[in-house]
C-alpha cells in the first residue's frame, strides 16, 4: 500500500502495522497524509513483508524483513527518478516495536546519512512490553500464558526473552542510552508518541505513554487539560505538558441508581462474553500453537539466510560504546488485569546495620526499588509498581526527547483500533481527530 509520485518524491514515509495486521489497516494514516501534503513530494509506504501471522516471528526478524524492503523501495524510487532527502516513520501498536528496531539498523547501515530522519511516531504501541505488572497469581498466569502462546514476539512483549548476547529482554536493548536504537531515534527532528488513556485493552496508558504512573484509573477524581486549537467537539489530544490534574473538589459518592445504570450498560456486552470467551480462548490457544510452530520454522529459515534476505548485513553489534477472534481474546485476557503499585517507600536506613536485618534479599530489593522510583516521580499518583528493566526503559526512553500525546477516546469501548482508524467506522470520529493531529504536525 503506498501513494505519492514516485518520481517527484523528495519525503519517503514508512508505515509500520500491528501484530495480527497488514497494511490495511493503515489506511487512514496514508490518506491523511498525502490529503495533507497532495504536491507528491511525500511518498507514504507500508511494507507488507511482516503481515498478520508472519508478526509472529519476533520484533527482529519482523525489522529486518521491513527494513530489507525500505532498502529496496529507496532503491526503486531512485531509479525512477526520485530526489529523496527525507525519511519518517511511523509505527502502530507492535509495529511501533518493529520501527525502533528499523531506525537502529537504517542508522548503523548508513541510510541516514543520506536521507534525514525527519518525523518519528508511534500509535499505541507497548514500548515497556504488555506484562501484567505486581506480583499477583493473576498476573503470573497472564505472563506466563502470553509469552508462550504468541512464539517469539510474545517472549519479547512479555520481557521473558534474553536477547541474543545482550543477557537482556529485546526491548530492554531497544531503550539502552547506548544502543545504536536510541542513536538512531534521536536523529529524528519530531518524535511523538500518541496512547490511549482509557478501554484499549491490547496496550494500556502506562506502556504507550513510557510513564511510571497512570492518573486515568479514576476519571471522576481528575481533571483533563485538553490540548489547545482543537475544536470544542473534536477535543480529544490532552495538553502533553499539564493532561491532568486532581481535583480539589470532594466527589460526590454515585447514587444506586448510577451506579445501575452504569453497570447495566455493559450487561450486553459482558453476558456475550461469557458465552464467546470459552470458545475464543480455545480456539486462540490451538490457533496459537499452530502459528507458534509454523513461526519457529521460519525463522529458523530467516537465520539461515533461505527467506530471501541477507541477514547478515543488519546483525551489526547492537551496543555502541560499551486475526480478529484471537486478537479480543489477547485484549479481554490482557483488560483483566487490574492496575498495582510500588509501596511507599520506607524511611531511608539509619544505617548499614539496620539495612542487614532485612529478613530477605527480595524484600530489600523492592524497598530500594520503591525508594529509588519515588525520587524520580514528581505527580501526585503512586508510581505503578514495574520491574527494573521497564523503569530503565523509561529513562532511555527518556532522554530521546519524546513529545507524548495522551488521546482520551471516550466515544468507543476499542479505543485500539480507533486511535488509527482501523477501519471505516462512524464511530471513530475522535481517532480520525488523532490521526489529522498528527498529520498537521508532520515535518514536511
Not at 511494507?47 to 501471522?53: K, L, T, V
Not at 517469539?152 to 534474553?162: I, T, V
Not at 536477547?163 to 538512531?184: E, H
Not at 509498581?385 to 466515544?411: R, T
Amino acid at each position: 500500500m503506498e501513494a505519492g509520485n514516485s518520481d517527484k518524491a523528495t519525503h519517503l514515509c514508512v508505515l509500520t502495522h500491528g501484530m495480527w495486521g497488514k497494511p490495511l489497516h493503515l489506511k487512514h494514516l496514508k490518506e491523511t497524509l498525502s490529503k495533507q501534503y497532495p504536491s507528491g513530494e511525500l511518498y507514504v509506504f507500508a511494507p507488507n513483508s511482516n503481515a498478520e501471522y508472519l508478526t509472529y516471528d519476533g520484533i527482529e526478524t519482523g525489522a529486518e524483513r521491513v527494513t530489507h524492503e525500505i532498502e529496496a523501495k529507496i532503491a526503486e524510487l531512485t531509479a525512477a527518478g526520485a530526489k529523496l532527502k527525507k525519511i519518517s516513520i511511523a509505527g502502530y501498536s507492535l509495529g511501533g516495536l518493529v520501527a525502533r528496531y528499523v531506525v537502529g539498523l537504517l542508522h548503523k547501515n548508513g541510510v541516514f546519512d543520506t536521507l534525514e530522519p525527519t518525523n518519528f511516531t508511534t500509535f499505541a504501541t507497548p514500548h515497556l512490553g504488555t506484562r501484567a505488572h505486581g506480583t499477583g497469581y493473576g498476573g503470573a498466569f497472564w505472563n506466563n500464558l502470553g509469552a508462550k502462546t504468541l512464539s517469539a514476539s510474545g517472549a519479547q512483549m512479555f520481557l521473558a526473552d534474553s536477547f541474543r548476547d545482550t543477557g537482556k529482554p529485546l526491548l530492554s536493548t531497544l531503550a539502552d542510552p547506548n544502543s545504536i536504537f536510541i542513536q538512531g531515534l534521536k536523529r529524528f527532528k519530531r518524535k511523538s508518541v500518541y496512547a490511549n488513556t482509557l478501554n484499549d485493552r491490547s496496550v494500556p496508558y502506562y506502556t504507550a505513554c513510557i510513564t511510571r504512573v497512570d492518573p486515568f484509573v479514576d476519571l471522576d477524581a481528575v481533571d483533563l487539560h485538553y490540548l489547545e486549537g482543537q475544536a470544542a467537539e473534536a477535543e480529544v489530544i490532552l495538553d502533553p505538558k499539564n493532561p491532568v490534574t486532581a481535583k480539589k473538589t470532594p466527589q460526590t459518592a454515585l447514587t444506586l441508581y448510577q451506579r445501575s445504570s452504569r453497570s447495566l450498560t455493559n450487561v450486553p456486552f459482558y453476558a456475550l462474553l461469557t458465552v464467546l470467551l470459552p470458545i475464543g480462548a480455545t480456539f486462540f490457544l490451538v490457533n496459537s500453537g499452530i502459528q507458534s510452530f509454523r513461526s519457529a520454522a521460519r525463522m529458523k529459515l530467516h537465520e539461515e539466510g533461505k527467506a530471501g534476505i541477507t541477514t547478515h548485513k543488519y546483525r551489526m553489534p547492537l551496543l555502541e560504546d560499551a486475526r480478529a477472534m484471537q486478537e479480543r481474546v489477547y485484549e479481554q485476557l490482557n483488560n483483566n488485569q487490574q492496575e498495582e503499585y510500588l509501596p511507599t517507600p520506607p524511611p531511608e536506613p539509619a544505617s548499614s546495620a539496620s539495612s542487614a536485618s532485612s529478613s530477605s534479599t527480595q524484600l530489600a530489593d523492592e524497598k530500594s526499588l520503591a525508594r529509588q522510583q519515588s525520587r524520580k516521580n514528581h505527580s501526585s499518583w503512586p508510581t505503578l509498581a514495574l520491574n527494573k528493566d521497564q523503569f530503565a526503559m523509561i529513562d532511555g526512553l527518556d532522554s530521546v526527547g519524546l513529545i507524548k500525546y495522551p488521546c482520551h477516546i471516550d466515544q468507543v469501548r476499542h479505543t485500539h483500533a480507533a486511535i488509527v482508524v482501523r477501519s471505516e467506522r462512524s464511530s471513530y470520529p475522535q481517532g480520525r481527530a488523532v490521526v489529522q493531529h498528527w498529520a498537521s504536525n508532520f515535518i514536511l
